[in-house]
């Protein structure tokens, strides 16, 4: 499409190093002679990250990655009948970077090594988020033919417990638990007060309850080892990726700064630095880098009514990472605490106010990282009209 909307070819591209060939090819032959460096090719796809992404950016393209919700919307300026196919969504990305690219936000430069941590962590926490999924199916399970074992268990997916629930899957084998094989599941998990929880642990296995038929409750069993398998697996999986994670955060140069940040350790802050990227000019303030972590409000204005709301569409591992960063910023920096306590002072809940500390802790991030300076608490707090706590 030329900066006129005349579309000039449409082609369907096949996958992989031939898909790309093929593109190369269709631009090539509208410009024919012309002068590479005059040239600029504009390219909207609707993913910042992937192999064609990579390409199309070391191609010299300027790619614009554009959210589905964004081209949804878009697409009824063309058409109202809900019509859609892959030709018209094309055609939508092509008419969108070419009338409202100075909108839209180009895939960000960061380097290798920043990709590198967004995908160990990007892994790292999908495995968190699926083992929690496995032990609430565990806890279902248990709750409707033991419920003897989750009141035996505080943790399901600690290593203790698994190892017993693989022992004795059913309260019967439960029962016959000795207080020798308690005890040795408890050292291996190094627990403290080992003879009170082994105690505590048989009495309540051992205590009467409601149960199921004896061929259900061998079916839930069944199950009860499938998900122990699965989260002992996940376990495994998480403490190794976090390793890699850790190495992974720890080569990059503007590690030293985030560690610096309050509430921010290894895992959070690789998490931060994955999904804020490190291209130094991809946030042209600390408003813009507030707005894209979802962490500042948006405004509705209508006549005499004006309402400010929590932004609803974001980034779920990121605000995930930064909502972490500012509870855990409460015990570590007093001015955050003391700023949080403000916001609780003025009627604000927990949540609310613990989202405009996340949004205050942007802000410094944003100003240690453009200054290239290590956080300081009474710099961050004492003059907030300072560009560091911007």
Known sequence: MDPAGRVLAKARLPEGVAGMARLHALVAEQFGAADPDEVEVVVGIETDRGPWVAALVAAGYLVFAVNP??????????????????AADAHVLADM??????????VAGDSAEAEAIKVVTRMHKTLIWERT???????HALREYFPAALEAFEDLDAADTLELLTKAPDPAAAARLTTAQITAALKRARRRSIAD????????????????PAVVTAAYAASTRALVAVLAVLNEQVTGLQGQVEAHFGRHPAAEIILSQPGLGPILGARVLAEFGDDPDRYASAKARKNYAATSPITRASGKKKV?????????RLIDALMSQAFAALNASPGARAYYDKQRARGADHN?????????????????LKTNTHYNETTAWTHPTQTLAA
């Open 308 to 316: 400010a709301l929590a932004r609803h569409v974001h980034n779920d």
């Open 133 to 139: 999924r496995t032990t609430q199916r565990l806890r």
């Open 352 to 368: 609310p106010a613990l989202r405009q500390l996340a949004n205050r802790l942007v802000g410094i991030l944003h100003g240690c």
């Open 69 to 86: 919700l964004q081209a949804s919307q878009y697409r009824k300026r063309h058409a109202v009948s809900g019509a859609k196919s892959d």
């Open 197 to 212: 929880k082994a105690a505590a642990i048989q009495a309540a296995l051992r205590a009467e309850h409601l149960g199921q």
């Open 97 to 106: 970077v070419r009338t409202d690219s100075h909108q839209l936000r180009p």
